[in-house]
């Protein structure tokens, strides 16, 4: 990892290849082992306190289609937590970049499953995201769709909206319902309402959670 400071080097060193179980008692007596209070616990712990949006930079060149896939998912969790710490937008667009190079599916599921973490305001470039909500694979389509939480940009919820509109697949409805319910407006009522009339449990619920949520939001457009 040329270029990377070499207490985050240790740190993802740690959280990939450290013990990921600790001795523990239970009140019976009996011995166990349990991930809380082991080497890699530990780590991400620590991974998860960092906000210097410097690190966040210097792990950009290990996100590439020749890093392993255990050191390739914690620098994508290093910089999204840090994004979070720090409220640095910089960070979403060095996962964004990261979308939009990778190949292996891995490495999208990476990039994209923490992106929904960060704060993407309006002037950020989601179009790689939004790409992929036509992708081939609905596992890639339904982790695109939560990477679109906690952004500004409208483009978001009017792919989201079309893509209510052209999908019967619940795998996907449910967690698009659910993003929406954090960065819709009014115009997802029709699609929501729509999806409370569901047969299926999970897409039923997630849509009126959604109805309720935007409606308690923007009681003037009930």
């Known amino acids: 990892m040329q270029g990377v400071r070499p207490q985050i080097v240790d740190l993802i060193d740690r959280m990939v ?9 239970l009140p019976n007596g009996e011995k166990v082992k349990v991930s809380e209070g082991s080497e890699t616990w530990k780590a991400t712990r620590e991974a998860e306190r960092l906000d210097d949006p410097a690190i966040a930079e210097e792990l950009r060149p290990v996100l590439n289609d020749k890093t392993k896939a255990g050191p390739h998912r914690a620098a994508c969790f290093i910089i999204a937590k840090i994004g979070l710490n720090a409220r640095n937008p910089r960070c979403a667009e060095i996962l964004i970049d990261r979308v939009r190079s ?13 992106l929904g973490d960060i704060h993407k305001p309006a002037g950020t470039d989601i179009s790689p ?31 989201l ?62």
């Open 17 to 25: 290849n450290g013990e990921p179980y600790a001795d523990a008692v």
């Open 102 to 114: 990778a190949t292996r599916p891995r490495d999208l599921h990476d990039a994209l499953g923490f």
């Open 161 to 222: 909206i079309t893509l209510a509109h052209t999908t019967e697949d619940d795998f996907i409805r449910a967690p698009l319902h659910a993003v929406l319910a954090h960065i819709g407006t009014p115009r997802s009522y029709a699609v929501l309402e729509a999806g409370a009339r569901s047969k299926i449990r999970d897409t039923k619920r997630s849509a009126q959670f959604a109805l309720d949520t935007l409606r308690a939001r923007f009681p003037a457009a009930r």
């Open 129 to 159: 995201i939004l790409a992929l909500l036509t992708h081939k694979n609905p596992s890639v389509v339904r982790d695109a769709i939560q990477a679109l939480s906690n952004t500004d940009h409208p483009e978001a919820e009017d792919a």
